[in-house]
């Protein structure tokens, strides 16, 4: 029912800047919120922000002002602009988006994950 493709993601040194974008291509049903989880090697899988499907933001602690997440409205697609990246956000980010069909059934997709490593 729902198709994500993220792209950005890469190698930056600490104090730099990465935005990843999300476009999800949904062939029934409806997508209400979207977001952004990461997962470091050893941790479990964590909320890094996400927006409901009328625009709220939602941050991690560790995410506040410094990451912004923006939709774009009718477009089922959901960038994360990362600000003064530190070496602890290394981790494999996942979109995230809720997914409800036309009889209100809800599932969770998740893209494949785009590596972000921050160098010291």
């Known amino acids: 029912q729902v198709q994500l493709v993220e792209s950005g993601g890469g190698l930056v040194q600490a104090g730099g800047s990465l935005r990843l974008s999300c476009a999800a291509s949904v062939s029934s049903g409806r997508i209400d919120g979207m977001g952004w989880y990461r997962q470091a090697p050893g941790k479990q899988r964590e909320l890094v922000a996400a927006?409901?499907?009328?625009?709220?933001?939602h941050y991690a602690d560790s995410a506040k002002e410094r990451f912004i997440i923006s939709r774009e409205l009718g477009q089922n697609t959901v960038s994360l602009q990362m600000n003064s990246l530190k070496p602890e956000d290394t981790a494999v980010y996942y979109c995230n988006v809720v997914w409800f069909s036309r009889t209100w059934s809800r599932r969770d997709f998740w893209g494949q994950g785009t590596q972000v490593t921050v160098s010291s």
């Open positions: 927006i409901t499907g009328g625009g709220w933001p």
